[in-house]
Nanobody, 130 residues
Framework: EVQLVESGGGLVQAGGSLRLSCAASGLTLDDGYDIGWFLQAPGKEREGVSCMDSEGMRYSADAVKGRFTISSDNAMNTVYLQVNRLKAEDTAVYYC???????????????????????WGNGTQVVVSS
């Protein structure tokens, strides 16, 4: 059974940082999975923010470029999302997912549709206080 388990969320002041983790089991990152991070803000649809493909290429949404960084530790079978200079509008549930591919236009991430997601995690809540 494949499981993606997010952790690292919490309450943080605006301008602060968090490192979110996505621990995978039942699949091995070395087998060539593309992993994306998504967020769903209150009252809004879920949208992709960062994605790393199996070759280590990274793509980000414009709204988070320069603030959010995706990385992986394949030995730990874990993908991370470092989120810096947080803003109140970053308040959301953050999800990781194994996706069919990182959808992008150049370096600009295009959010995957649900049909392009193979496995979802359950999410971790981030609340940014202003």
């Amino acid at each position: 059974e494949v499981q993606l388990v997010e952790s690292g969320g919490g309450l943080v002041q605006a301008g602060g940082s968090l490192r979110l983790s996505c621990a995978a089991s039942g699949l091995t990152l070395d087998d060539g999975y593309d992993i994306g991070w998504f967020l769903q803000a209150p009252g809004k649809e879920r949208e992709g923010v960062s994605c790393m493909d199996s070759e280590g290429m990274r793509y980000s949404a414009d709204a988070v470029k320069g603030r959010f960084t995706i990385s992986s530790d394949n030995a730990m079978n874990t993908v991370y999302l470092q989120v810096n200079r947080l803003k109140a509008e970053d308040t959301a549930v953050y999800y990781c997912a194994a996706v069919a591919y990182c959808s992008h236009d150049g370096s600009q991430l295009i959010s995957n549709t649900d049909s392009e997601v193979t496995y979802w995690g359950n999410g971790t809540q981030v609340v940014v206080s202003s």
